[in-house]
């Protein structure tokens, strides 16, 4: 019983130098206290080279702000920076690098040497692609229009923006030398797309204003074939193929409680007109509408069916 009682104090005495060798152990390792590594022979000291650059063209950028850790320095005129510290070596870090007007870059470095050369950083200079909406029958401007800037994955993916009470929009960042899309779209308006812009200067940033011209307005009733109006039915507008197939959706609407629908901003031509009740018990065969000039009112009656069990 004894020995045991010696055993378990002994345990008990060593439990804290265990704990201070191995807290020791974990920060010569992550080069925390260089002071002490350098009691034991080792160097937590390191430098990291590399050269900031701007846009497709690689051209030297001074002035941008590299930050590791605690340090920070600037990129000369070269777009060259260096950094040195006796706390850097055998860590993984994240640098940051940028610059107003430009893209924010961070990556992840593994200091693993005395020298580190970290090569080229490129940041992309920034744009916002501005501009106007207006309406091309009223002559007015058209607020609440939704602009869909269309970006790469890499660049941050899609922005999405309204159009203000003057028709004025302002939306980015888009980036010097990508390719983006933009898309205006409006309820009562058709569509307008404009594919692959880029902007390699400022020069090339000018107003993407816009013209909408107003769509042709489908309005109807939903009923059963007993007459009964039948409310809350899901009115989708096909376009249609040239071998009389639906092509793809082009707007929807839902008829409201008392089974009247109003569908705003479908262009001219052939249509198909579909339409369901939300649980599926009732559906329509799909019915074939010739849409007239934009602006004009096509009006519909729709007769449902009951749905067929099994």
Same mark, same amino acid.
């Given at each position: 019983?004894?020995?045991?009682?010696?055993?378990?104090?002994?345990?008990?005495?060593?439990?804290?130098?265990?704990?201070?060798?191995?807290?020791?152990?974990? /920060?010569?390792?992550?080069g925390?206290?260089? =002071?002490?590594?350098?009691?034991?022979?080792v160097?937590?000291?390191?430098?990291?080279?590399?050269?900031?650059?701007?846009?497709?063209?690689?051209?030297?950028?001074? =002035?941008?702000?590299?930050?590791?850790?605690r340090?920070?320095?600037?990129?000369?005129e070269?777009?060259?920076?260096e950094i040195?510290?006796?706390?850097?070596?055998?860590?993984?870090?994240?640098?940051?690098?940028?610059?107003?007007?430009?893209?924010?870059?961070?990556?992840?470095?593994?200091?693993?040497?005395?020298? /580190?050369?970290?090569?080229?950083?490129?940041?992309?200079?920034?744009?916002?692609v501005s501009?106007?909406?207006?309406?091309?029958?009223?002559?007015?401007?058209?607020?609440?229009?939704?602009?869909r800037?269309?970006?790469?994955?890499?660049?941050?993916?899609?922005? !999405?923006?309204r159009s203000?009470?003057?028709?004025?929009?302002?939306?980015?960042?888009?980036?010097?030398?990508?390719?983006? &899309?933009?898309?205006?779209?409006?309820?009562?308006?058709?569509?307008?797309?404009?594919?692959? /812009?880029?902007i390699?200067?400022?020069?090339?940033?000018?107003?993407?204003? !816009?013209?909408?011209?107003?769509?042709?307005?489908?309005?109807?009733?939903?009923?059963?074939?007993?007459?009964?109006?039948?409310?809350?039915?899901?009115?989708?507008?096909?376009?249609e193929?040239?071998d009389?197939?639906?092509?793809?959706?082009?707007?929807?609407?839902?008829?409201?409680?008392?089974?009247?629908f109003?569908?705003?901003?479908?262009?001219p031509?052939? $249509?198909?007109?579909?339409?369901?009740?939300? &649980?599926?018990?009732?559906?329509?065969?799909?019915?074939?509408?010739?849409?007239?000039?934009?602006?004009?009112?096509?009006?519909?009656?729709?007769?449902?069916?009951? $749905?067929?069990?099994?």
């Open positions: 019983m004894r020995k045991r009682k010696k055993r378990s104090r002994r345990l008990r005495m060593l439990a804290p130098l265990l704990v201070v060798a191995v807290l020791a152990a974990y /920060l010569l390792r992550d925390l206290f260089p =002071g002490l590594g350098q009691m034991f022979g160097s937590y000291h390191a430098t990291l080279e590399g050269r900031v650059v701007a846009g497709p063209d690689a051209r030297p950028l001074a =002035g941008a702000t590299i930050t590791i850790g340090l920070s320095v600037v990129s000369d070269r777009g060259a920076f040195s510290d006796d706390n850097l070596r055998r860590r993984r870090l994240q640098l940051e690098v940028q610059k107003e007007s430009y893209q924010k870059r961070a990556l992840e470095v593994a200091i693993d040497q005395e020298r /580190l050369a970290v090569g080229d950083i490129r940041l992309l200079k920034e744009f916002f501009g106007r909406v207006q309406s091309r029958d009223m002559n007015a401007a058209v607020p609440a229009a939704t602009i800037v269309e970006r790469d994955r890499e660049d941050g993916g899609p922005i !999405v923006g203000a009470a003057d028709g004025s929009y302002r939306l980015g960042p888009v980036y010097e030398g990508r390719r983006f &899309d933009l898309v205006f779209d409006h309820p009562a308006y058709l569509p307008v797309e404009r594919k692959n /812009l880029v390699r200067r400022p020069a090339d940033n000018a107003p993407q204003d !816009v013209v909408l011209a107003v769509g042709a307005v489908l309005s109807g009733v939903t009923r059963a074939r007993n007459g009964e109006g039948l409310p809350r039915v899901h009115v989708i507008v096909y376009q193929n040239p009389g197939s639906l092509g793809a959706v082009e707007k929807a609407g839902l008829s409201g409680w008392d089974a009247t109003l569908i705003q901003g479908i262009s031509g052939p $249509k198909r007109i579909v339409g369901e009740t939300p &649980d599926g018990r009732r559906e329509a065969p799909a019915l074939r509408v010739k849409v007239p000039e934009a602006g004009e009112v096509v009006n519909l009656k729709l007769i449902y069916l009951e $749905k067929k069990d099994g």
